[in-house]
T-cell receptor
């Protein structure tokens, strides 16, 4: 168990809908990262937060947004969902800016 | 810019045989290198890491990797494969400054009895 908790584990929704994925980092970790894993793109970095502030952005679509709250948990919001958004979404947290510990992921299926 | 190339999307070995998973990287700054393992329907688990110092690093479950700067490689090895090693393995690089991990495409390891 990495100590990073992601909910829900599975999410099935329809095109055009909006969903929220939640991540609770390891106790004390200030950095949270979001990644998307898909068959065609592999593991891609989406966005990073550090202590509530956005630190870096990767290949994140404009339809996607994230935030980190004062208690350090983070949420990834995906809107106007398309079939191609079906993927496994991982959250990771870091205590020291180089080792990242991953949650079990949220599997999103868009039908 | 940084990138990672894993040679071989699928590797099959017999139980007890040597495991060798290849990873080459490209980095304009001193790299921090990682191997992660993903078991079916699970998240990514850190196997081992190279930051600075000793170039031969040992990880969990009997795995080790050697950082070779001249060859820009960070290959993962295990002397004797076990059935429980069957999983997907990812090599990753970062700049060590708290930034993102850049992953290779992954290598699926199969272990035959």
């Amino acid at each position: 168990d990495s100590g990073v908790t992601q909910t829900p584990k599975h999410l099935i929704t329809a095109t055009g809908q909006r969903v929220t994925l939640r991540c609770s980092p390891r106790s004390g970790d200030l950095s949270v990262y979001w990644y998307q894993q898909s068959l065609d793109q592999g593991l891609q970095f989406l966005i990073q937060y550090y202590n509530g502030e956005e630190r870096a952005k990767g290949n994140i679509l404009e339809r996607f947004s994230a935030q980190q709250f004062p208690d350090l948990h983070s949420e990834l919001n995906l809107s106007s969902l398309e079939l191609g958004d079906s993927a496994l979404y991982f959250c990771a947290s870091s205590p020291d800016s180089y080792i990242q510990y991953f949650g079990a992921g949220t599997r999103l299926s868009v039908l | 810019a940084q990138s990672v190339t894993q040679l071989g999307s699928h590797v099959s070995v017999s139980e007890g045989a040597l495991v060798l998973l290849r990873c080459n990287y490209s980095s304009s700054v001193p790299p921090y290198l990682f191997w992660y393992v993903q078991y079916p329907n699970q998240g990514l688990q850190l196997l081992l890491k190279y930051t600075t110092g000793a170039t031969l690093v040992k990880g969990i479950n009997g795995f080790e990797a050697e950082f070779k700067k001249s060859e820009t490689s960070f290959h993962l090895t295990k002397p004797s494969a076990h059935m429980s090693d069957a999983a997907e393995y990812f090599c990753a690089v970062s700049d060590g400054q708290g930034g993102k991990l850049i992953f290779g495409q992954g290598t699926e390891l199969s272990v035959k009895p």
